[in-house]
C-alpha cells in the first residue's frame, strides 16, 4: 500500500502518471472535502467502482475562500484535506487546483468518466463537454442521506465551546 502522501500529485505528476494515453479507466471527482464524513467515504468508493483508478481534485484554500460556502471556511487547510483523501483506500490520487472550477485539471487529464453528487444535473457539471467528446461519460451518485459538511459545521456550532 502506497504512503498517502505519495497518492497526493501535482499537475504535471498526475497527467504524467495518468494523462492520456493509457491503459486505465480513469474516473474524476472533485470538490473541497473540508470535514470528511461518512458521505464522502461511500461518495467516493461508489465513484471508485465505475472505473480502474479514482483521482479527486481537490480546491484550494483560496479557491474555497471564493466559492463563498460559509464564513471560515475551509475549516481544515488544503495540505490536511488531500492527505486525508489519500489515505482512502478507493482514492488512487489527489490534485489540489487554485482556479474557481476544476474544468483546466480535467481538460489536462480527460478522465474517462467525470463523476459529480446528486445535487448536479448533467448540463452543471463542469467539464461534461471535455469528457464527453472524448468518449468518456459522466455519472451522477446520489448523496448518503443524513450526511453533509455544512450539517456538520452547522451542529459544532450551535453546540459551542463548552
Given at each position: 500500500m502506497r504512503a498517502p502522501a505519495d497518492k497526493?500529485?501535482?499537475r504535471r505528476a498526475l497527467v504524467e502518471r495518468f494523462g492520456r494515453p493509457r491503459s486505465e479507466r480513469v474516473v474524476f471527482t472533485n470538490g473541497c472535502f473540508d470535514l470528511i464524513h461518512p458521505g464522502h467515504v461511500a461518495y467516493l468508493a461508489r465513484a471508485r467502482a465505475l472505473g480502474d483508478v479514482l483521482v479527486v481534485g481537490v480546491n484550494t484554500?483560496?479557491?474555497?475562500?471564493?466559492?463563498e460556502k460559509a464564513t471560515g471556511r475551509p475549516l481544515v487547510e488544503q495540505?490536511?484535506?488531500a492527505l486525508v483523501l489519500a489515505a482512502l483506500e478507493s482514492v488512487d490520487a489527489v490534485c489540489l487546483f487554485d482556479e474557481?472550477?476544476?474544468?483546466e485539471l480535467?481538460?489536462?487529464?480527460?478522465p474517462?468518466?467525470?463523476?459529480?453528487g446528486g445535487d448536479y444535473r448533467l448540463d452543471q457539471v463542469v467539464g461534461r463537454e471535455i469528457v464527453e467528446q472524448a468518449g468518456g461519460r459522466v455519472a451522477l451518485i446520489p448523496f448518503v442521506e443524513g450526511?453533509?459538511?455544512t450539517a456538520l459545521v452547522n451542529r459544532i456550532r450551535e453546540r459551542g465551546d463548552g
Open positions: 497526493v500529485l501535482d484554500d483560496d479557491s474555497v475562500r471564493r466559492l495540505g490536511a484535506r474557481d472550477t476544476p474544468a480535467i481538460a489536462a487529464l480527460v474517462d468518466v467525470l463523476v459529480k450526511y453533509s459538511t
